[in-house]
Nanobody
Framework: HVPLVETGGGLVQPGGSLSLSCAASRGSFISMYTGEWYRQAPGKQRELVAAISTRGSPTYADSTKGRFTISRDNFKNTIYLQMNRLESEDTAVYYC?????????WGQGTQVTVSS
């Protein structure tokens, strides 16, 4: 089991920015895993927001492309999500996930609220 701790959520005005972090415990060697951020808004299904491969190649949902940036620091065992030009539709609980051969771990989620 690899505990994941997400931080950085909060309340922001439309057009603002937030940066989320997903930290794995020391010695987790997340370099072996794909990293992903998901979100779930009230009454909606959980959706993939962004992913980053073990080699650092990112992919994004159409709704976040050009506004969100996923990155990773394997030495710090951390996956990041920089969110810019936030919209009210981005309001959701954001979850990180890391997965690989024989492993699939989720964080507890962090609330992001975009509102004026």
């Amino acid at each position: 089991h690899v505990p994941l701790v997400e931080t950085g959520g909060g309340l922001v005005q439309p057009g603002g920015s937030l940066s989320l972090s997903c930290a794995a415990s020391r010695g987790s060697f997340i370099s072996m895993y794909t990293g992903e951020w998901y979100r779930q808004a009230p009454g909606k299904q959980r959706e993939l927001v962004a992913a980053i491969s073990t080699r650092g190649s990112p992919t994004y949902a159409d709704s976040t492309k050009g506004r969100f940036t996923i990155s990773r620091d394997n030495f710090k065992n951390t996956i990041y999500l920089q969110m810019n030009r936030l919209e009210s539709e981005d309001t959701a609980v954001y979850y990180c996930r890391i997965w690989g051969p024989g492993a699939d771990y989720w964080g507890q989620g962090t609330q992001v609220t975009v509102s004026s």
